[in-house]
């Protein structure tokens, strides 16, 4: 030991504990910095995202320019110096969306308030300038009145969207469903003419008017409106305007469906996706956890047997969920599936009703992940309570039944809850198990929608966590996709820690609560 | 109450018999559940037996999946995983890689996490404050609860480009931090008694975490110095160079990482257990002696407890050999057999995940992958049961020795 030989000191000093002690408290803080600096990376990187950045005009020494958004800067490879990544959108034209510029080459780097950032439906990004636009009639704005008619455009364009989009869902899918169902008739067939007609109407509405564009290199290009999503001119804007556009970005991103291949979008059908799995998962978990729970403690005999079964219970919470995974493809999937297509939808094989992942074959393996989680936790709930409630009740007259449900569950229930809350937790970040038994990578329907039986069990469903997967891995163009992938880890990062903060409240709420209790 | 005889004993029939049927259910219930559970073993078996007692002859030689086989185009017979037809010829199925891809990923995993959990334990079961001890346990159990896709994603996308970019730098904070610590203790130790109460040992796991970033930034200062001096400017082509070693951009030591930080609070929760559990009265009688704190832990406490961090260890163990979106993320899934840690690696967990959907149900591409889940059932069952013995052993030594107090 290093400070042996301080023995003098040794006497005024508090007594030293020696290397080890520190190297302890070190793991312990390297430990919690780890989690810092991870929680930090998503949260930073996760709602970054969404916040209106300033565009950058940058000339360099050769005379080119180009306008984009700062995104990193790295040290270049032979340690000359570093270099810049900007974001610069414009797809169509330049054919990538990012420039690394070294900082040398750099002349001058400036934030004129006319630059303007378009997202588009298709090609994503665009920044440049507007230098007109030409409405379907009459003359072509240019300056400061085409942008003030474009953001008009777009309030305008928005409205009509919406309803189309309204007109689909709510007028055409039903017909649609009554046709297949009826088969033609003249009325619906009507009926349904009129809707398209609309519809029709309504599209021819939308276009018309373009965009006359100048990308800061000087390339020219005419976008129609239609295809214009939002447009923004970030440099122009207040940090209160940009701290609205950032609400709404994150509201967009809460409550839209993907667009253009993972990168741009938001991420509602896989939160639909996921809360829908869990809660049917929770459904099936929580009365039969609740029921084994009660057999184990309650009823069966406290022998030998009850343990061997008890530990192997335990246990299994410990056994890697992509085993369930297995067991849920084969058992559910292949035989219970395949069995429930050749007897009852023979019309649609070879292709699979049931005999394919599915929501209900997800939560039913997921239930079976759950299951040790929730038991585990309502035994120990149940163990909790003291003997003497129950032999109370049952001096008074109760039966057993009477004593479980008036007595013993009522007291139990914090305990219950804890493990379902815990479970929904654990399902909600699982993924391996869901790539083999039903989830989906752009799911075409969602499994609730307006026509019996309302909730489809049977059909796909996307997931955050496979979202964050598959758009990670499988995507296009991952460094596109990244924020929006660091937004989705957040999202179910922050879903579950809430779900287990939840957790340890109550099971703090109930054992201060037993301790009373026992007292009496 | 005053009902009259005559309903009275019919009411009571009705409740008993009701009684005896809500019994009969939750005991079916309750055994049905607990068959359905265990019926993963069961139906795992059934599924792979065919593999071994075939009612038609096999397409494949068993001894294959152990052997190695001879591959088109290589001279020595070799363990190939490739499961899908390649042009040269039929599938090939070694299960080798597999199981070395997925001890590897958790030895790895396991080098990082035990000294960092088992440290933490230590050091909050000795010297942490009551209060930090209090909530450090919740924000350990948060961290524990963090999905494997989040994680798998941060390692894949994050850290691994990072590392392979600052690989200089990250030697320098492996080789600063232990004696940055040590060297905080030194300080620690001038310190007038005054600003020692003021940072008490109890709570340095919060205030070295500013040191720690010190020393990052230090080692940032340190690491391209290091290389220039001792890798010729480049420690990436010179591990390639002079030791022969491949750098895959995701490798085993990003899996170890992620894995390890996965890891880290399922060993902590246990060993602290372990260790808090020991009777005050050992540890107390053994301060009495004149041992410091930190000679209790090792001389007492540690071979009172060592069935239970052994256990707590062994749990990790098990965690890690079936975690799969974090291998399947952060690991390039490249089946490789090498001992080069800087290198890719496939895991049985990572193989099923991505193969099974597509291999036909009763092939024996399907069976032997549930031959591999049956393999990772088998042995997590058998390390989490073996860790409960212990544990339960563990609990009854503890009662006997004077009991927790």
Known sequence: MRWRRRDTARARLPRGEGPWAWLSAGSVALSLLLLALLLGLLLSRGLGHFWPGDVALVTLEDGRQLAGRAVREEPLPDGSGRERLYRTGNRDLDGAIWDWVALAAIHEVSYPRELLVLERRRWGEFIGRLVALEPEAGPRLEGEAAWSALEARLVALEARREAIRRLREQTIRPLVRRLEREGESAEVTRALAAAEARIGALRASLGGASLVLESVSGQHSIEPLEEVVRARRPNAMSNLDKLAAWGQGVWRFLSEGQRAANTAGGVWPAIFGTVLMVMLMSLLVTPFGVLAAVYLNEVAHQGRLTRLVRIGVRNLAGVPSIVYGVFGLGVFVYGIGGHLDSWFFEASLPSPTFGTGGLLWASLTLALLTLPVVIVATEEGLARIPHRQREGALALGATRLEMLTRVVLPMAMPAMLTGVILAVARAAGEVAPLMLVGVAKLAPQVPVDGDFPFLHLERKFMHLGYHIFDAAFHGGDVQAALPLIYATALLLVLVILMLNLTAIFLRHHLRSRHGTLSSY | ?405
Do not use: C, K
């Open chain 2, 1 to 405: 109450m005053m009902p009259t005889p005559p309903t009275s004993t019919m009411r009571q029939r009705l409740r008993q018999g009701r009684d005896r049927l809500a019994t009969a259910l939750i005991t079916a219930g309750g055994i049905g559940v607990i068959a359905a559970v265990m019926g993963i073993a069961v139906f795992l078996v059934v599924e792979v037996v065919p593999l071994f007692w075939p009612a038609e002859p096999p397409r494949i030689r068993l001894e294959a999946l152990w052997l190695p086989q001879d591959v088109a185009g290589l001279d020595a017979p070799a363990y190939r995983w490739q499961p899908t037809l390649a042009d040269d010829g039929g599938p090939l199925f070694s299960l080798p890689p597999l199981v070395w891809g997925t001890l590897e990923a958790a030895a790895w995993s396991l080098v990082i996490a035990v000294p960092l959990a088992l440290g933490a334990a230590a050091h909050s079961a000795l010297f942490m404050s009551r209060r930090l001890r209090a909530r450090l346990r919740p924000t350990l159990e948060l961290m524990e609860a963090l999905p494997g896709v989040v994680i798998g994603f941060v390692a894949g996308l994050a850290l691994a480009p990072w590392l392979e970019r600052h690989l200089a730098l990250a030697l320098a904070l492996l080789l600063l931090v232990p004696p940055g610590l040590l060297l905080a203790g030194g300080l620690w130790r001038q310190l007038p008694a005054r600003l020692q109460r003021r940072l008490p040992l109890g709570w340095a796991a919060l205030w070295l975490m500013p040191w720690l970033v010190l020393t990052w930034g230090l080692a940032q200062w340190l690491g391209p110095l290091l290389e220039s001096q001792w890798f010729a400017g480049d420690l990436r082509a010179w591990l390639e160079v002079t030791l022969g070693l491949d750098y895959a951009s995701r490798n085993a030591v990003i899996v170890g990482m992620a894995m390890g930080f996965a890891v880290v609070p399922s060993i902590y929760a246990l060993a602290e257990d372990a260790l808090s559990g020991v009777p005050r009265s050992l540890a107390e009688g053994a301060q009495a002696l004149g041992a410091t704190r930190w000679q209790t832990l090792w001389r007492v406490m540690l071979p009172a407890a060592s069935p239970g961090v052994l256990s707590a260890v062994m749990i990790g163990a098990g965690r890690a050999v079936g975690e799969t979106m974090i291998v399947l993320m952060a690991s390039g899934n490249t089946a490789l057999m090498t001992a080069n840690p800087l290198d890719g690696l496939r895991s049985m967990a990572a193989s099923i995940a991505i193969e099974l959907p597509e291999a036909a149900p009763g092939g024996t591409h399907y069976r032997l992958l549930l031959l591999a889940a049956l393999l990772l059932f088998a042995f997590t069952f058998l390390v989490n049961t073996l860790a409960e013995v212990v544990r339960t052993r563990l609990r009854r030594r503890y009662r006997r020795l004077g009991g927790p107090s």
